[in-house]
Structures are given as structure tokens and as C-alpha cells.
């Protein structure tokens, strides 16, 4: 992580620039929690028309600068840059710096992987959906895609070296109908219209037997596979875990909607390589299928994240939760304030919001008295839409 650490000094002035780097407001921390902290800032920084946050805080006697972790953005030479301009600006003592020599870690670009604001905004397709979640080594997403060449396939991982692996093999195996996307399968769904979806496979999906929390299956993303299934579509579970299964079939049972099949020692067209290892165990292998019966309304895209009134900040910031505030899936955590002191009624809040299993870290930045997010809206997921909602109503308090 680039830094720099150098002899405390008066901070610089607001607004200064230097080779291309632009630093618009310091913002000082303050504390609401009555806990005692050290001050600390956060410098808004613009370069190459990309706007993120420094952070410069006390190290010993002296002061270290580095990107905020929220709002750190790529290339780190964007970050580079800032951190040097400051310094220079400053005409600072540097006592240590890993700024000048810093290896630029190759991004891996590929046409076929996706940001999941590509989802959220740009992805329209003509051709039938399928969606293969936790493909690992994608053996069986490479073979359904190559002999479903009409389909347009969706494969979501977490696994980063998966993910590389398989986008390896769409370039050797000259595929074109995946795209992949690293995100959390549970919430991904919401990004997809309803009823487009022929098929979506869930083979061996970690059974999480002592976190069930974090599996997969829950009743909210079976109501949400469900919706984006068309009429007929199918949700396919495989996995080698009695439990797991008996978890499922019972999640499914419930639903008032859809049928399920299930299936013992069933054999596909190709065999992952975690089947073959159950199968020279000699473990059973369980498939449940649940075939959609409904058509589903569409959702409801219609968000903003928008903040319709001003705020008196200081007085905001004194009555502000200091506990998170858990609702019905989502919640709310204030973490930090900070206050930008030569400009009226301004400053940034540090939020922590969303669902539980992926909250989502904003600031919201405050001017005179309006507020916005920091480098953009969350990700419209209905966590974030209903976390908004309710910030909103303990703003205009
Ligand atoms: C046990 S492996 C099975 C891989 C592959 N389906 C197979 O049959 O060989 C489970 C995979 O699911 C991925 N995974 C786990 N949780 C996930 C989530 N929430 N969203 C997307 N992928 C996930 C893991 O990274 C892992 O690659």
C-alpha cells in the first residue's frame, strides 16, 4: 500500500493544484462517539478527472499519508501521483516514502468479464439466460456453453483464480456466450429482469454446515431465482451433502410456487471435478430440481439516491445513531464524521449500509447543507434502496 511518512506540518491550502492533481477540501474528524481518538483528515483529491480521498493521520510525531480504503481507486499511480502532490504542495520533510518505485499490478481485462454495474445498467440480451453459480473450475459452464450455442450463459464466482482459469479457456475454446462476474451469487439475482431465465445451476455449492447463513439456499434467493425464471425455467441443485440437501428440500417444500424433482447417483453429460471425487469416495450424489409454474412481475427499477433536502450538518452530527440500526434484511452503521472546517455546513459521513452478508462502505459528502454519495449511488440492490430510505428519514430528523 503506497504511503508516505513526513514531519508534521500546518496542512496545505484549499484549493491548491499540482501536475494534474487537484486537492478540493480537508475534511477533520470528529468525534461522536465521545471514545477518544486522535484527529485525523481526509483530503478529497481529484486526478485525471477521478475523485477519491487521502488519508493523512498522526504516525508518533510525525504525520502518514495514504489512500482512503473506501474510496481507493485503480491505477494506484492515480494514487501515487496524489500522495507526491500533497507531499511536494506541503514542502514536507518526507522521512518515508513507497511511492516512486511501486510495481503496477496487471489488471486482467477481458471482454467477457463483467463489472456488476454492467448488469445494473447495460446488459440486454435477445437470447435465453443461464446463469451458472460457483462454476470453480468450469468444466460443466465451458461444456453447456459450447453445446448451447444460442444461450447466453452468466457465470458468477467469487474465486478470483477461477475466474481467471475459466476466461482462460473461453479465449482457447474460442467461446463466446459467457459472460463471467465476480459477485456474491446471493445477491445477484437482483439485477436480472424476471422471467428471462432458462436455467440455474448450482453444483456442489460450498455446504457452509456450521455457517448455514452463509449458504447459497435461503428463501430469499429461492423467491428471487424464481422470478427470473421464465415458465419451465429450472433451478438446479447437485451436491454430494445429505445435509445440504435436506436443508433445500426443505427451503423448497415451502414455497408456495414451482415443483421439485429429485434425483439419486443421477449421471450428467460432463462431471465436475469435485463429482469425481465424491464419486471414487462413493458418496451419493443428490440432485433437486425446482421447475418455475409462474410468471413474475417485473421489478420495480424506479430508485433514486438522491437526498430532496439540506441538512444542518453540526446539528445533524450531534444527534446522529451512534448504534448500528438493524431493520428487516438490511441495516445502517455510522461510522465516522468528519468536518470540512473552512466551508459552511459541510462535511463527509461514513456509513456502513445494506445487507448484512454484503454491506456496502459510502461517504456522504455534505455541501452546504446538501448531501450526496461520494463517488456515486450505491449499487440499487433493495438492501441498499431500503438502507437509503431510512438514512433519509434520520437526516431530515
Ligand atoms: C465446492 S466448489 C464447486 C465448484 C464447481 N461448481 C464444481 O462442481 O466443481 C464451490 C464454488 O462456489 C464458489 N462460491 C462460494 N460461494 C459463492 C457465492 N456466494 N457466490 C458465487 N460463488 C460462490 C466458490 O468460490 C467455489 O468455487
Keep these: 500500500m503506497p504511503h508516505i511518512v513526513f514531519e508534521r506540518k500546518e496542512l496545505i491550502n484549499i484549493p491548491s493544484n499540482l501536475d494534474d492533481v ?34 493523512l493521520k498522526p504516525k508518533d510525531e ?29 514542502e514536507a520533510n ?56 444460442d444461450v447466453q450463459f452468466i457465470g458468477l464466482e467469487i474465486h478470483y483464480p477461477s475466474i481467471e482459469q475459466l476466461l482462460k479457456q473461453l479465449e482457447l475454446q474460442n467461446i463466446t456466450n459467457v459472460l463471467v462476474v465476480n459477485y456474491d451469487a446471493r445477491l445477484f439475482m437482483e439485477f436480472i429482469e424476471s422471467n428471462k ?26 423467491n428471487e431465482a424464481l422470478r427470473v425464471l421464465k415458465i419451465g425455467g429450472t433451478l438446479e441443485l447437485r451436491t454430494d451433502s445429505r445435509k445440504y440437501f ?33 464419486k471414487k469416495q462413493g458418496k451419493n450424489i443428490y440432485d433437486v430440481v425446482l421447475e418455475a409454474w409462474n ?26 445513531p451512534t448504534k448500528s440500526l438493524i431493520e428487516n434484511g438490511y441495516f445502517i452503521h455510522v461510522e465516522e464524521i468528519y468536518t470540512i472546517e473552512n466551508k459552511d455546513n459541510s462535511g463527509l459521513i461514513k456509513i456502513t449500509m445494506g445487507n448484512f452478508d454484503r454491506p456496502v462502505t459510502k461517504y456522504l459528502l455534505v455541501e452546504n447543507g446538501e448531501i450526496k454519495y461520494y463517488q456515486g449511488d450505491p449499487l440499487p440492490t433493495s438492501s441498499n434502496i431500503n438502507a437509503h430510505k431510512k438514512l433519509k428519514e434520520i437526516l431530515s430528523k
Excluded at 499490478?105 to 439466460?129: A, G, R
Excluded at 431465465?197 to 430469499?220: A, C, L, M, Q, T
Excluded at 421489478?299 to 439540506?310: C, E, G, P
Design 22 to 55: 487537484e486537492f478540493k477540501f480537508i475534511a477533520k474528524s470528529y468525534n461522536f462517539t465521545q471514545k477518544e481518538r486522535k484527529t485525523e483528515y481526509r483530503v478529497a483529491v481529484i486526478n485525471q478527472g477521478k475523485e477519491f480521498l487521502l488519508s
Design 62 to 90: 510525525n504525520f502518514m499519508i495514504k489512500a482512503d480504503k473506501v474510496t481507493r481507486l485503480s491505477p494506484v499511480t492515480l494514487v501515487k501521483n496524489a500522495l507526491n502532490a500533497y507531499v511536494n504542495i506541503n
Design 94 to 149: 518526507v522521512l518515508f516514502s513507497n511511492t516512486n518505485n511501486l510495481q503496477v499490478k496487471k489488471e486482467t481485462k477481458h471482454e467477457y468479464l463483467k463489472d456488476i454495474n454492467y448488469f445494473v445498467s447495460d446488459f440486454k440480451t435477445d437470447k435465453e439466460i443461464q446463469i451458472e453459480i460457483g462454476f470453480g473450475s468450469g468444466r460443466h459452464l465451458l461444456h453447456q456453453a459450447k453445446t448451447n450455442p
Design 197 to 222: 431465465v432458462g436455467k440455474i445451476f448450482v453444483h456442489f455449492p460450498v455446504p457452509w454446515d456450521k455457517k448455514p447463513h452463509r449458504r447459497i439456499y435461503s428463501n430469499e434467493f429461492v
Design 246 to 278: 435436506d436443508f433445500c428440500t426443505q427451503v423448497l417444500t415451502n414455497l408456495p410456487k414451482g415443483r421439485i424433482t429429485i434425483d439419486i447417483n443421477k449421471d450428467l453429460a460432463v462431471s465436475s471435478k469435485y463429482e469425481d471425487r465424491w
Design 295 to 320: 410468471e413474475d412481475e417485473n421489478i420495480n427499477l424506479d430508485y433514486d439516491f438522491s437526498f430532496d433536502f439540506k441538512i444542518d450538518f453540526y446539528k445533524t452530527i450531534k444527534t446522529i
